[in-house]
């Protein structure tokens, strides 16, 4: 299986490769606006040119654990599954056009696998999972 083209980021000390068909640009966090929810990935939201998008921190969303920090510095502006929401990481690394093979497929919420890019691993997150994921965060308007 051929890895895509990547946006490599930092999400609470682990690398994250994103499809980059589906990255439609990299922000600053800037101010956020808490909204209630029961999940720990939502951090509220935020303005992004003239409209307001979702942010989600992506390690929570991955791990189901609060960060332990404040908000990060940046967010990555992606379309899933039909939506633009704002995924909060700790840093952008690189736009990656060819990583290396697949070393493992599968393994973990959300990821399509494992791969070698540059001088350490990134696990390569699949677009529809992430996507799924999300709208689990969703709740329907009463």
């Known amino acids: ?13 682990e690398r994250y ?3 980059i068909a589906a990255v ?3 922000v600053p966090v800037g101010e956020v606006t808490p909204v209630p929810s029961r999940s720990l ?7 992004v040119r ?13 791990t189901g654990r609060m ?13 899933l599954g039909g939506a633009e929401v704002a995924l909060e990481v700790d840093e952008v690394e690189a736009v990656v056009e060819r990583a290396g093979a697949f070393l493992a497929t599968g393994g973990g919420i959300a990821a399509r696998g494992l791969c070698r890019c540059g001088d350490g691993l990134v696990t390569v997150l699949d677009s529809t999972l992430l996507a799924e994921r999300l709208a689990a965060f969703v709740e329907p308007a009463a």
């Open 1 to 13: 299986m051929t890895v895509p083209p990547l946006l490599v980021a930092r999400a609470g000390g």
């Open 17 to 19: 490769g994103l499809e």
């Open 24 to 26: 439609r640009e990299i």
């Open 41 to 47: 990935a939502v951090r509220g939201v935020m303005p």
């Open 50 to 62: 003239e409209h307001y998008l979702s942010l989600y921190s992506l390690e929570a969303l991955l």
């Open 67 to 79: 960060p332990l920090r404040g908000l990060a510095g940046a967010a990555v502006v992606v379309g």
